[in-house]
């Protein structure tokens, strides 16, 4: 129950290993914002400084993300993995030489940016959802990669993975889904024909937000 409180407390204002979808690039504007509103929660948190462990865990945590996220069935995802596991053995001898019996510290943080990065897929995916069918490859492989981290997830929570996800997950659904119609809203009182594609990609993201709500909610 720790790790869980210690989630929901901490994810919307300092989530880690959240990054920067390539096509949101090239969306309009609106499109970007939705997909950067994890980022952006980033800049919005406490402005403590970072101690030396802060920053040694929050790479480790970043590194479990990107290991988590790739597909071993690709040969050089698993020359990555490798790396990867190479670099975050590192980390956590230099952690342990300042915080020695660090696992549960490492654990904590290492969820945290496990759950976040969950989120900030689902968001992601509800907006590749407006632009492609559900069974398009770049749809398909953002959900791969969501269940990996599940997995992910469960092998540092076996007990109840959902009650450390779900909430967590829920609340940045919400937060999304509010932004989204507060967006509309806009557009709707100033409403011009050049408008009726923001309008309609985000009436598409609010319908896929919503089943994503159910899943997280029940």
């Given at each position: 129950m720790q790790v869980k409180a210690a989630i929901?407390?901490?994810?919307?204002?300092?989530?880690?290993?959240?990054?920067?979808p390539a096509f949101a690039l090239v969306q309009p504007a609106f499109a970007r914002e939705a997909i950067l509103l994890v980022q952006r929660s980033l800049q919005n948190g406490n402005s403590k400084p970072e101690t030396k462990l802060d920053v040694l865990l929050r790479e480790l945590a970043n590194l479990e993300v990107e290991k988590a996220t790739l597909d071993v069935k690709h040969t050089s995802s698993n020359e990555a993995i490798e790396e990867i596991d190479a670099s975050i053995k590192a980390l956590r001898n230099r952690i342990d030489e300042i915080l020695p019996k660090s696992n549960a510290a490492i654990s904590n943080i290492v969820t945290e940016a496990l759950v976040s990065k969950i989120a900030a897929l689902e968001i992601e995916n509800s907006l590749l959802e407006a632009?492609?069918?559900?069974?398009?490859?770049?749809?398909?492989?953002?959900?791969n990669q969501i269940r990996r981290l599940w997995r992910r997830v469960a092998s540092i929570t076996p007990q109840n993975p959902k009650d450390v996800i779900n909430p967590v997950?829920?609340?940045?659904?919400?937060?999304?889904?509010?932004?989204?119609?507060?967006?509309?809203?806009?557009?709707?009182?100033?409403?011009?024909?050049?408008?009726?594609?923001?309008?309609?990609?985000?009436?598409?993201?609010?319908?896929?937000?919503?089943?994503?709500?159910?899943?997280?909610?029940?």
């Open positions: 929901v407390a901490i994810a919307v204002t300092g989530m880690t290993a959240v990054t920067v632009y492609h069918t559900p069974y398009a490859e770049v749809v398909v492989s953002t959900e997950v829920s609340a940045i659904l919400d937060t999304e889904v509010a932004n989204l119609k507060a967006r509309r809203a806009s557009l709707a009182t100033r409403y011009t024909p050049d408008d009726i594609g923001d309008l309609l990609t985000i009436d598409l993201q609010l319908g896929s937000l919503a089943q994503r709500q159910a899943f997280y909610n029940s």
